[in-house]
């Protein structure tokens, strides 16, 4: 791992974006033994307002606390696409979800109908923030697939459990091209 990974999730309230923010901190730090740091911020309107989280994962510690140019940018909504597109690092690895999502192909862009997925396979939207997670799982080894199910299965309601296992495993089972 390198040193220091900047991430960002944004989206729309209402779609986990701050939730999945938080399970994978704690997969990082608590069950995988790394550094974090995570900020959040969201609009006055709980649904359907601007919202974004950020995180720091290191293997030490983090000395300043809010990414500068993302490592990894995850957009699920076109204005959160439109506000930080232009704030990643060029070797940065942009998950967009297709299904919500006008974006620009582009070297490090993986298009991934997220939602359409999450409510298609898994049999709700809801668990959309979750398909991202497995996807981010899939693309990188930032956190290990196993701290994130155990992470996640500590965070969601009782009754549950299988649907969301269901997503993750279907967010990292699914295959990616570089889109250029």
Known sequence: MKKVYEIRFSGSGGQGIITAGMVLGEAASVFDGKYVVQTQSYGPEA???ACKTELMIADERVSYPKPELADILLVMSQASYDKYIDEVKEDAWVIVDSSTVKYKPA??????????????VVGNKVVANVVAMG???????IVSYEALERSLLNRIPRGTEEMNKKALKLGKTLEFKDNV
Do not use: D, M, Q, Y
């Not at 070297?107 to 298609?120: M, N, S, W, Y």
């Not at 996807?135 to 080894?141: D, E, F, G, W």
């Open 47 to 49: 649904r359907g307002g």
């Open 107 to 120: 070297r490090g862009v993986f298009p991934v109908p997220i939602t359409k997925l999450a409510e298609e």
């Open 135 to 141: 996807v981010l799982s899939s693309l990188t080894n």
